[in-house]
Structures are given as C-alpha cells and as structure tokens.
Nanobody, 122 residues
C-alpha cells in the first residue's frame, strides 16, 4: 500500500486548500479512506472518512460545513477540499486506508500516507 498525500501549504485565515491522497499499486476504490491531522504538541485526531461502497462521508464536528471529502476513481485519488481555514486547522494532515467497509482509525488501518503540512496564519 502506497499513499501519497499532497496539497498542503501556508494560507491566510479564510483561505482554501485541496489536499490529495493518491494511491499507487492498488485500487483505492476497495478501501475506505480517512484523513487525520496532528497539530504541534497534540495527539493525532480523526477529521473525515469516505466509505468504499457508496462514498458516504463523515466529518468531525469542528470541520463540518468547511471540509468536503470526495473520490476520483479514474485518478485513484481522494480529495479533501478545505474552505474557510482557521488557525486551529494548522496541522500535519495524513490519509489512511482500510480495506472494506470499516473506516480506518488511528489504531486500525491498512496503510498511511506521509503527512502534508497545512499552516493557517496571517
């Protein structure tokens, strides 16, 4: 399982980014995909997940209405569109996968991508 996370950067509050989680060597369509983030000095937290069967999405309350997770089957990639960025969104964002219906969790996954850093600052 190889995952490549990208798209992070430095943005001002209120700005937008699109993070990508690209899979290589396997069909991402068979996997549920999750995004997690870890802010400096804090524990990693779950942010969002998309199911493998019907692309049903779930979000942590703090990002609902601002983050949108989607899947592009042709590109074997999952995207996390982030709008209305806040300083508290600053973190290293990681994607993870889990084969089948269950969402990946911090302790149960089939693979992690390296993080992509999002910094929100004026």
């Amino acid at each position: 399982v190889q995952l490549q996370a990208s798209g992070g950067g430095l943005v001002q509050p209120g700005g937008s980014l699109r993070l990508s989680c690209a899979a290589s060597g396997f069909n991402l369509g068979y996997y549920a995909v999750g995004w997690f983030r870890q802010a400096p000095g804090k524990e990693r937290e779950w942010v969002s997940c998309i199911s493998n069967s019907d692309d049903r999405t779930s979000y942590v309350d703090s990002v609902k209405g601002r983050f949108t997770l989607s899947r592009d089957v042709a590109k074997n990639t999952v995207y996390l569109q982030i709008n209305g960025l806040k300083p508290e969104d600053t973190a290293n964002y990681h994607c993870a996968v889990r084969l089948g219906e269950l969402y990946p969790t911090i302790r149960n996954s089939d693979g992690w991508g390296q993080g992509t850093l999002v910094t929100v600052s004026s």
